[in-house]
């Protein structure tokens, strides 16, 4: 159990990795409505494919970006039809094997913890997740 709550611990910091990573970049491109939006910039030249912004190195890839912190802290994402930010297993563990101080899980431990994130995480198709849209009330 207590490998499971290490997963848990590395998706929701994950999670929160990229929120920021979403936040540092639209303070550094205005025009950016949401992360999804490099890909369109970086396909229409108005960025470049890879670049250094703030704290961090990005490269922009097939559907998506990866995101290297000062650190050395990579966040690889994906995006959707629907531009949301999705990522699987092998994001997850990269990124836990990036981390300064390392976190190694195993799958197992990590669909155990994406599990038992539910509903904060939704399984978009087999194997990709990505942070449930929350209902504001």
Do not use: K
């Not at 540092?24 to 108005?46: K, N, Q, T, Y």
């Not at 050395?72 to 990269?94: C, K, N, Q, Y």
């Amino acid at each position: 159990m207590e490998r499971v709550g290490a997963a848990r611990d590395l998706v929701l910091d994950y999670v929160h990795a990229l929120n920021a990573i979403d936040e540092a970049m639209r303070v550094a491109i205005p025009s950016l409505e949401r992360l999804a939006d490099l890909l369109g910039l970086a396909r229409s030249r108005r960025i470049s494919r890879s670049d250094h912004i703030g704290a961090y190195s990005y490269t922009v890839h097939g559907a998506g970006c990866r995101f290297v912190s000062d650190n050395g802290t990579e966040v690889d994402v994906d995006f959707a039809a629907d531009r949301s930010e999705v990522f699987d297993l092998w994001r997850l563990r990269r990124y836990g094997l990036s981390l300064p101080v390392t976190v190694d899980v195993t799958d197992e431990d990590l669909r155990s913890a994406v599990r038992s994130l539910q509903p904060l995480l939704a399984e978009v198709r087999p194997g990709w997740f990505s942070v449930a849209e929350i209902a504001s009330g």
